[in-house]
């Protein structure tokens, strides 16, 4: 049992370049949840999913795009990198929802140059 | 936006001290208020949760209460140890229950001192 896996770890773009951060959770959870973490900001979410097929935006999601396509993925697609998404990123996901009980996944730190 | 302010940003202790991490949420209408654990290079990991109907849970060392009137939860953890030395996060509900979103303060890093 892996929980949440997130790939890769570190990764270096230049500005203007695209990438997809991959998200897999083999825990059968349906809520699943891009975070975003800067230095004293805490945690701020990006993206989020209620179950296959379902999508819905966050608190910060220009410049990014999700998709859904099963229960176990949710990649997180970036256009365009920008300086401003130089940050580390969390997948994670939930079982009950509401009740906050998260797996988090390792994270992937980014850096746009 | 709804926000949960977290303090101190970052909080000295002493081993064998006593760590208090305050937080204060705005209006929320779901009642599940987490403590997240991260040490460096790791995700975020569920320390201890409440749900308000009690005003204190306590899991060994890591203490929640609660304050419902004043919106505000705060950790309490006892006889720190070094091996605590982490960032902790407070999370309040956000949106509808159906979407599971967490609201998370800013973070509170602990250095614990042998």
């Known amino acids: 049992n892996a929980g949440v896996t997130q790939t890769p770890k570190f990764r270096i773009l230049k500005i203007g370049q695209s990438m997809t951060l991959q998200c897999t959770q083999d825990?059968?959870?349906?809520?699943m949840y891009w975070y975003r973490q800067d230095p004293g900001m805490g945690l701020k979410l990006i993206y989020y999913s209620v179950g296959a097929g379902i999508t819905d935006k966050g608190e910060v999601p220009n410049g990014y795009n999700v998709s859904r396509s099963t229960t176990e993925d949710f990649p997180l697609r970036l256009e365009l990198a920008a300086p401003s998404q130089t940050s580390v990123y969390f997948c994670?996901?939930?079982?009950?929802?509401?009740?906050?009980?998260?797996?988090f996944g390792s994270g992937t730190r980014l850096t746009v140059v | 936006q709804q926000q949960v302010k977290q303090s101190p940003q970052s909080l000295i202790v002493q081993k064998g001290g006593i760590s208090i991490i305050n937080c204060a949420y705005e209006n929320t209408a779901f009642d599940y208020f987490p403590w997240y654990q991260q040490f460096p290079g790791k995700g975020p990991a569920l320390l201890i949760a409440?749900?308000?109907?009690?005003s204190e849970k306590k899991e060994g060392r890591f203490t929640i209460s609660f304050n419902k009137s004043a919106k505000q939860f705060s950790l309490h953890i006892m006889d720190s140890q070094p091996g605590d030395s982490a960032t902790y996060f407070c999370a309040a509900p956000g949106g509808s229950s159906n979407t599971g979103k967490l609201i998370f303060g800013q973070g509170t890093t602990l250095q614990v001192k042998p």
């Open positions: 409440i749900r308000p109907d009690v």
């Open positions: 994670a996901s939930s079982y009950l929802g509401d009740r906050g009980g998260y797996t």
């Open positions: 825990m059968n959870h349906n809520y």
